[in-house]
């Protein structure tokens, strides 16, 4: 099946004769940036969750006329924004169409089968106009912490359909003409836990949309509505043109690659994405034909993420850097089968198809396109949210947070250490506001792990160990991966570390738990949430020795793997390279 755009409708502004210089064009490009920035500050500084607070777990962004991607905040999550251009297109779609649109409409959504992505990310949007032209669409997602379902903060992956994932909202008008639905308004928050926040989270999101619209039409009063339109029009056409370009420098051919999922956290088998790349000209078709089929847990990925994950690692590869819009993603194409891990059907559960499958449909596009040129690509990252949701038996507070795990190397510079990478790029809650703001928690350890990274010419970074402890019984519910499979290194790179969770007891016995469980665990018990580590790029050997000699002081690597994996002797005291015992090992004429 063919994932073509879910926004069918006829291209809704005319085409326009307007002078537009190469200045004006980059002064409104940088002004749309700037005001998805503000619209991200705005949600950031008034929202209720630390979640949002901290972690910035929402993206911000300015779409045109036919909801595609003008502007973006420097925080936007991948996995947000690219399938912003579904979810809107689809609400205008199924509210009535382009006609039906007035000043005042509030946008809103969570239906993975109509467009988003997972139920948690509500993507709220406005129409912008000035006079009677439609300038965009102004557009905020966020991760609600809760969305109802049958777990606490909506993250159970063994519920077997999206029906018990949660409250499903499909594509609606929550304002028409500046009037609140009321009705609609009222079942959204009667069916979320913890309502105050979540109100006051949606009332951030809200004044984010709105402020971006303000600071649109402000762009138009000053340069002229159709200047505005023309100038978006043609940074999506430069886009378009500038990957075209991109896709054109490739030789014609096609590029096979697979990579593995730990399970679905009801079934403990690994599961398998497999992608064919085909470069034809200045076309790319991606063809996820081979992947394993659609499974009761909650991992499968809507179309809209499976496009958006292929879209990324299409753009991480051929023509990483600035942030661009969304044309240029106009040259790809992708095909996936019908019930499959990636293309499911309905009532097939969804919730971690958002991060985990993307992020394996990630590695395996970019590994595919690494068979023609391994200097385009890095190794694999950590491949996971690396979530962990828990709560307290006793009091029903409720939270969610993430480990960090290793980023993978590339041609020019190691990985980094600590860090989400891939689809999701969020930030963590400092340990301060963990303990602050849930009394039942201790955060014992949250430190960098050492021999984490795989090895390489250029290493690649190392996880870290996020350990918490629970003086309450707690439900806790992981979503992890890459326990089973470690992160790929390139071009001789060696793997990263596996994952690892750990339940330690309260006499301090450990048990092993799978990437994907739930469970409950008695007062005063701990759990470790170690990520896996980045994949490393080169070989080895090819380190140069002072390298490795600094990243044996810094506590990245042990002189003991220094030895065996880099072929660099560390001893001494002070440490130094044994330059002699060195060209031994390397076996250096």
Request: hydrophobic share 35%.
């Amino acid at each position: 099946m063919s994932l073509v755009p879910l926004l069918l409708v006829e291209d809704y502004m005319s085409s326009r004769a307007v002078d537009l210089t190469p200045t004006t064009v980059e002064v409104i490009r940088n002004q749309l940036v700037n005001i998805s920035e503000e619209m991200q500050a705005r949600v950031m500084n008034s929202a209720y969750s630390s979640m949002w607070q901290e972690a910035g777990d929402l993206s911000a962004a300015l779409l045109s006329p036919r909801a595609e991607v003008a502007g973006q905040s420097q925080r936007a999550i991948p996995i947000h924004v690219a399938t912003m251009v579904t979810s809107v297109g689809q609400i205008v779609e199924q509210t009535g169409g382009y006609d039906a649109l007035e000043p005042g409409d509030i946008l809103v959504q969570n239906d993975p089968y109509s467009g988003n992505n997972h139920l948690p990310d509500f993507v709220v949007a406005e129409p912008v106009f000035h006079d009677d032209t439609l300038l965009g669409f102004s557009a905020v997602r966020g991760h609600w912490l809760d969305v109802g379902g049958s777990s606490p903060t909506s993250y159970a992956i063994d519920t077997g359909e999206i029906l018990k994932e949660g409250l499903r909202v499909p594509p609606a008008k929550l304002y028409e003409a500046g009037e609140r639905n009321d009705a609609l308004y009222r079942v959204i928050f009667a069916n979320v836990r913890d309502s105050h926040e979540r109100v006051g989270d949606f009332n951030a999101q809200l004044a984010g949309v709105r402020q971006g619209r303000r600071r649109l039409q402000e762009v138009a009063e000053k340069y002229g509505a159709e200047t505005v339109v023309a100038t978006i029009d043609r940074l999506l056409d430069n886009d378009e043109r500038r990957m075209r370009s991109c896709i054109q420098a490739l030789p014609d051919g096609d590029y096979e690659a697979e990579d593995f999922l730990d399970g679905d956290g009801i079934e403990d088998e690994l599961l398998r994405i497999h992608a064919t790349v085909r470069v034809r000209g200045s076309d790319i078709e991606v063809d996820f034909a081979g992947t394993d089929g659609q499974v009761n847990g909650g991992i499968n990925a809507p179309p809209s993420v499976t496009r958006a994950a292929t879209h990324y690692g299409i753009k991480c590869t051929l023509n990483p850097g600035v942030l661009r819009t969304s044309g240029e993603f106009r040259p790809v194409d992708i095909d996936a089968p019908r019930r499959s891990l990636v293309n499911p059907e309905h009532p097939a559960p969804v919730v971690a198809g958002n991060h985990e499958t993307a992020n394996r449909v990630f590695d395996t596009v970019v590994r595919a396109i690494g068979t023609i040129d391994a200097d385009l690509v890095f190794g694999a990252g950590e491949g996971s949210t690396n979530g962990l949701t828990y709560r307290s038996l006793e009091t029903k507070v409720a939270n969610r947070t993430r480990g960090m795990g290793g980023a993978g190397a590339c041609s020019t510079r190691d990985g980094i250490n600590g860090i989400r990478s891939g689809v999701g790029n969020t930030g963590i809650e400092p340990v301060e506001r963990f303990e602050e703001r849930y009394d039942y928690v201790t955060i014992d350890e949250f430190s960098i792990v050492t021999d984490t990274g795989g090895g390489g010419r250029f290493r690649g970074g190392n996880a870290t160990r996020l350990t918490t402890r629970f003086a309450d019984d707690v439900e806790l519910i992981v979503t992890s991966d890459r326990a089973k499979t470690g992160p790929y290194g390139v071009a001789g790179g060696g793997e990263g570390a596996r994952a690892r969770h750990v339940h330690v007891t309260p006499d301090g016995e450990r048990h092993e738990l799978p990437s994907k469980c739930s469970t409950t665990l008695d007062a005063g018990s701990a759990f470790e949430l170690q990520p896996a580590g980045g994949g490393g790029y080169g070989d080895p050997h090819e380190r140069p020795p002072e390298r490795v000699l600094d990243d044996v002081l810094d506590g990245y690597i042990t002189a003991e793997t220094a030895r065996e994996t880099y072929g660099v002797a560390v001893s001494g005291e002070p440490l130094g390279v044994d330059w002699d015992a060195t060209e031994e090992l390397r076996d250096v004429e």
